[in-house]
């Protein structure tokens, strides 16, 4: 059964820039507005906005929202109302979390919300944390290990297992209550809450991925790329090992102070203020769970909501697929043609030691979409896509292999430092070939689906071969033996062009 209602829910992809779905997030800190398009399986996200309320600052203390945290609240809500409206979205989804729920006027202030036209949810702690963790499961398939969902309120922490989420508790241990737990030194305040940890965690299997959730451990991650000089900015799946983790919270964030931290670019004041608590839970947690490893997920409650909603075939769809396949169909590289080009070129530039089909197709169709973009900033831009793009279900060397498809469909062989930071050279060149591959299929006869009928790339022994029919044969020019030579070169074999009776190519390939 799913962990909350979510109204119309459907497998939709619309076009990538028309609005189609909201959630609005009524947390702790912020009082949030998603407005998403594409494909549900991997959103695009239209509208980001937020407004810092600050509901829970007061629960602690009198247990109730403070007055002037619901007028601001109120006063974004009535906004996003609004924009909803004009932009004709009514598939929407609104949830209150820890704030509301445990506040003495939280009803009060869902009537005020069903004035303005929501519908709101107020979600228990368990239900916030089993839709965070369907949020990880989305964006990592398969995935093991426990999700720790950092809020203003409350942390919620849930097992990933073969059966999916499950064992979902709520601890009061959210960013506005830390402030309570510091003690009189880091260490002190550790140890009290590994102490809260071991009390109220579930039991966790040792040595699986510790999943982090949540606005200020997503700043942890910049901060770490940061001191890393990572080559990636997306803190989406980045990874730290637990010895990494442990000097850079212990040492590096230890040494900081709210001050140096908001001078930082990408670190808002609202983080800097509550980074360096927080680093003291992350020590804990790395204390209680003893993880194999670190991911950061910014996929939470709001994704974990879509992708709970959908049907059960499209949880099985590829998010990097369904994601790509959008964004380059808006870029005059519909998924039908790259599907094509894949399989003319799947027998000469296939996946092999370090690659993948389904990386191999998303190269394909980010090649085929970045030549839409001007010649003189083709190569900047299509790299930055595949670098810094957030693609869902994606490491960082697979982002380097999608680079230098990429670059060498544009015949760019020499790739920049930034690419080669992320993966070894073997992975890159198998990469390059796959660029090379699809650089002569399209350049070939334009992308026209009768060139690539009428001929067949193969390996024949030590010669790559390319064989066309006759009534195809104009299509022969110096470029294109020219990017043949490219491939084979790179392949390290001898080319050939046969131009042969269309029957004959028949009898050979189908």
């Known amino acids: 059964m799913s962990t909350a209602k979510v109204r119309g829910s459907r497998d939709g992809t619309l076009s990538g820039n028309k609005p189609g779905r ?32 600050k509901l829970g600052r007061d629960i602690a203390s009198n247990g109730v929202l403070a007055e002037e945290a619901i007028e601001l609240a109120l006063r974004g809500l009535g906004r996003f109302a609004l924009l909803l409206e004009d932009l004709k979205v009514t598939d929407v989804t609104t949830v209150a979390t820890a704030a509301v729920r ?43 290990g426990t999700v720790a969902d950092l809020g203003g309120g409350s942390l919620e922490l849930v097992r990933l297992g ?37 009390k109220g965690a579930p039991d966790v299997l040792k040595g699986e991925p510790l999943y982090l959730v949540g606005g200020t451990l997503r700043t942890m991650a910049v901060y770490a790329m940061q001191e890393q000089g990572h080559p990636l900015s997306d803190p989406h799946g980045f990874e730290l090992g ?15 102070t709210v001050e140096s931290l908001g001078s930082r670019e990408r670190i808002s004041s609202m983080r800097a203020e509550k980074l360096p608590d927080t680093s003291v839970l992350a020590e804990a947690m790395l204390s209680r769970f003893q993880p194999s490893k670190i991911v950061f997920s910014s996929w939470g409650i ?18 990097l697929l369904a994601g790509v396949s959008v964004f380059a169909a808006q870029r005059g590289a519909p998924a039908t043609l790259a599907t094509r080009i894949a399989s003319w070129t799947v027998d000469t530039a296939p996946s092999r030691k370090h690659g993948s089909e389904r990386l191999r197709e998303a190269a394909t ?43 060498a ?7 920049p430092d930034e690419v080669k930071a992320l993966a070894e050279q073997e992975a890159l060149d198998e990469a390059i070939i796959w660029g090379l591959a699809v650089r002569l299929a399209r350049r070939l006869g334009a992308g026209s689906r009768r060139s690539l009928q009428d001929s067949r790339l193969t390996i024949e022994g030590d010669t790559l071969t390319l064989r066309i029919a006759e009534s195809q044969g104009a299509l022969i020019g110096f470029s294109t033996e020219k990017d043949l030579k490219l491939l084979a070169d790179r392949l390290g074999i001898k080319w050939d062009v046969q131009i042969v009776p269309s029957d004959t190519l028949l009898a050979s390939g189908d």
């Open 22 to 53: 909201a959630i609005i997030d009524i947390g702790s800190n912020t009082v949030r507005m998603v407005i998403y398009g594409g494909s549900m399986r991997a959103p695009t996200v239209l509208l980001n906005e937020k407004v810092t309320a």
């Open 162 to 198: 073969e059966q999916g989420a499950h064992d979902a508790v709520s601890l009061p241990l959210g960013t506005l209550r830390l402030p309570d737990l510091r003690g009189g030194s880091r260490s002190e305040m550790r140890k009290a809450l590994e102490k809260k940890l071991k």
């Open 102 to 144: 445990e506040a003495s006027n939280g009803k009060a202030f869902i009537k005020q919300l069903k004035k303005l036209g929501f519908t709101p949810t107020i979600v228990s702690g368990e239900e916030e944390g089993l839709l965070s963790a369907q949020g990880v499961l989305g964006a990592f398939p398969g995935a093991r």
């Open 365 to 407: 169709m980010l090649s085929l979409a970045s030549m839409q973009i001007e010649p003189n900033i083709r190569q900047r831009v299509a790299i930055d896509w595949a670098l810094h793009k957030r693609w869902i279900s994606v490491e960082a060397k697979d982002r380097a292999m999608l680079a230098a498809s990429i670059a």
């Open 302 to 319: 709001r994704e974990g909501l879509l992708y709970d909603g959908l049907p059960d075939h499209s949880k099985t769809l590829d998010p």
């Open 242 to 256: 637990v010895k990494e983790a442990k000097k850079l919270l212990g040492k590096a964030l230890a040494n900081e």
């Open 409 to 415: 469909n544009g015949n760019a062989l020499d790739l």
